[in-house]
Every structure is written in structure tokens, then in C-alpha cells.
T-cell receptor, first 114, second 109 residues
Framework: DGGITQSPKYLFRKEGQNVTLSCEQNLNHDAMYWYRQDPGQGLRLIYY???????QKGDIAEGYSVSREKKESFPLTVTSAQKNPTAFYLC?????????????FGEGSRLTVL | GQNIDQPTEMTATEGAIVQINCTYQ??????LFWYQQHAGEAPTFLSYNVLDGLEEKGRFSSFLSRSKGYSYLLLKELQMKDSASYLCAVVDSNYQLIWGAGTKLIIKP
């Protein structure tokens, strides 16, 4: 079955540590996205990539980094520079690079900073 | 600034009909999405409207009025599994996706 897989589902981090969230898709989509979801707020875009080896900052990129070495994979690193990293992180992919196509989301990764 | 407004929470009864409204003020418009998100899970696509009017898909329908900056999601024959948050998102003139905060729908027996 085609889909998008995120791991881990739950992650705990100590302050000062970097953590990497995995996102893999086998839908053959060119576009991939990372969103952050906080209670009472809409989804906020962290980074997106429309093609391999290229990515752009979203609205809240500070303290995060990504790579897109393979079409299938778009990992997100939450660095120690991110001041308030506790959140629910969602990865998504689409066959449309202009946001007019359906987004397919992974199950999400819930990061808690202790 | 760009803004999308949805009610924070709504309550409805099993078997009834509920309408979830979404109003938007964005720089241009290139379509409006509705997604369903159960607690702790990923959002899933419900509908996409780019032209005015009503689109029906089973128990769910979505309406758009571009002149009024308004959309609604209509859910009929409510079932307990419809308890979820419903997210409205608009594609603006720069093809950026702007998300509302979502409406939490509670279904009571």
C-alpha cells in the first residue's frame, strides 16, 4: 500500500539535544512538507521541498533543518536552537507543487522536551 | 494580514445534521480545502472547492462563495465516528496554503 510514514510516533528530548524526525513516502510525490501543530492554532509550515536536493523555508524555519537527498525521504532535525520545540509534527506529500492538490499526511510525531 | 476563522468547538447529536462555517480574508484565492483530523492522528482530505457552489460527496458536502469569502462543510446523518476536528485551509494568490485553527466537533448520542 502506498503511503507516508513518520517515525518515531513519540519522542522525548532533553534541552540542548538535537533530534531527527523521519518521513518516508512511496507515493512517488515530488512535493513534501513539514508542519507543526500546536493547540488552538492552524498548521504552520516549517520547510517544504518540491524536488530532490532542493528545499525552501516555510513560515517558522528557525531552529529546524531538513534534507532531501532522495525523493522518498524528507527528514526534519529539530535543533537546540528551537526555543519551544514541544509540539506535534506532521509530514505531508503531494503530487502538486502549488498547494492545489490533496496533501497526504503521515501519522505525526509528538515531540516533548523535558 | 491573512486570516481564516472557524468556530472553535461545536456539539451535535448522532443522526442529526451540522454545518461548520469557515470565513477567510486572504490575498487572493486559488481554492479551499477541508480536512478531517481525529485526535492525535493525521489530517485526511475531505474536499477541495475552487468554484462557487455546493459539492456533495456522500454524507459530506462543501459549499463555497468566493464573493463572500465563505465556505461551509455540511455533515449529514452524523455518526459517533464523525467526532473530530475539521480544518479549513485556503490557497492564496501566491499559492501558499493558509490554515484555520480547526473546529472540534463533538457528537453526542
Amino acid at each position: 500500500d502506498g503511503g507516508i510514514t513518520q517515525s518515531p510516533k513519540y519522542l522525548f528530548r532533553k534541552e540542548g539535544q538535537n533530534v531527527t524526525l523521519s518521513c518516508e513516502q512511496n507515493l512517488n510525490h515530488d512535493a513534501m512538507y513539514w508542519y507543526r501543530q500546536d493547540p488552538g492554532q492552524g498548521l504552520r509550515l516549517i520547510y517544504y521541498s518540491q524536488i530532490v536536493n532542493d528545499f525552501q523555508k516555510g513560515d517558522i524555519a528557525e531552529g529546524y533543518s531538513v534534507s532531501r537527498e532522495k525523493k522518498e525521504s524528507f527528514p526534519l532535525t529539530v535543533t537546540s536552537a528551537q526555543k519551544n520545540p514541544t509540539a506535534f509534527y506532521l509530514c505531508a506529500s503531494s503530487n502538486s507543487g502549488d498547494n492545489t492538490g490533496e496533501l497526504f499526511f503521515g501519522e505525526g510525531s509528538r515531540l516533548t522536551v523535558l | 494580514g491573512q486570516n481564516i476563522d472557524q468556530p472553535t468547538e461545536m456539539t451535535a447529536t448522532e443522526g442529526a445534521i451540522v454545518q461548520i462555517n469557515c470565513t477567510y480574508q486572504t490575498s487572493g484565492f486559488n481554492g479551499l480545502f477541508w480536512y478531517q483530523q481525529h485526535a492525535g492522528e493525521a489530517p485526511t482530505f475531505l474536499s477541495y472547492n475552487v468554484l462557487d457552489g455546493l459539492e456533495e460527496k456522500g454524507r459530506f458536502s462543501s459549499f463555497l462563495s468566493r464573493s463572500k469569502g465563505y465556505s461551509y462543510l455540511l455533515l449529514k446523518e452524523l455518526q459517533m465516528k464523525d467526532s473530530a476536528s475539521y480544518l479549513c485551509a485556503v490557497v492564496d494568490s501566491n499559492y501558499q496554503l493558509i490554515w484555520g485553527a480547526g473546529t472540534k466537533l463533538i457528537i453526542k448520542p
